[in-house]
């Protein structure tokens, strides 16, 4: 199940849980959080995934996504306009990899699905092909790495 907005999983997602009796708490685990990567066999793997957040008496399940964001893009773009990157385009992020993402500003590119379970998060990840390029694109730059988890719900003004 490859598609380039994840908003109807999301929406999937929401009511599956809610129907099993879980609460969902909106959140994102770490990297630095002892996680296990819930592997995915099918498409609708979520869905065991959400069955076992049950079975093992999680009471809620933690969520949260990544819709790209016009600002985001925008400065992703600047920081690559500055860098100056004097190689091929097929080695390195460039200006013209980020400015093909405008067609996905609004979209979620990224779910994350947690419980936690004897001191350790179970996750479930999705994530879309053009976010995971994002991603690579911002972390390529480094310094951009606290726009990676912008899930928008921040009003923050200029």
């Known amino acids: 199940m490859q598609t380039d907005n994840l908003h109807s999983l999301k929406d999937d997602m929401v009511a599956f849980i809610a129907g099993h009796g879980l609460r969902r708490m909106h959140g994102h685990a770490t990297e630095s959080v002892p996680s296990i990567l819930f592997e995915e066999d099918h498409a609708d793997s979520w869905k065991d995934f959400v069955e076992l957040a049950k079975a093992s008496g999680a009471q809620f399940i933690t969520m949260s ?43 979620i590119g990224f779910i994350q699905l947690g419980f936690i379970y004897q001191g350790i998060v179970i ?25 990676l988890m912008d899930d928008g719900d921040d009003d923050e003004t200029a």
């Open 65 to 107: 996504e990544v819709e790209l964001e016009k600002a985001d893009l925008e400065l992703l773009i600047e920081e690559l306009q500055e860098q100056h990157f004097p190689h091929p385009a097929d080695e390195s992020p460039s200006f013209e990899d980020a400015q093909s993402l405008v067609q996905h500003v609004g979209q």
């Open 123 to 147: 996750l479930y990840e999705a994530s879309t092909e053009w976010y995971d390029h994002y991603q690579m694109l911002v972390e390529s730059l480094g310094s951009l790495d606290g726009i």
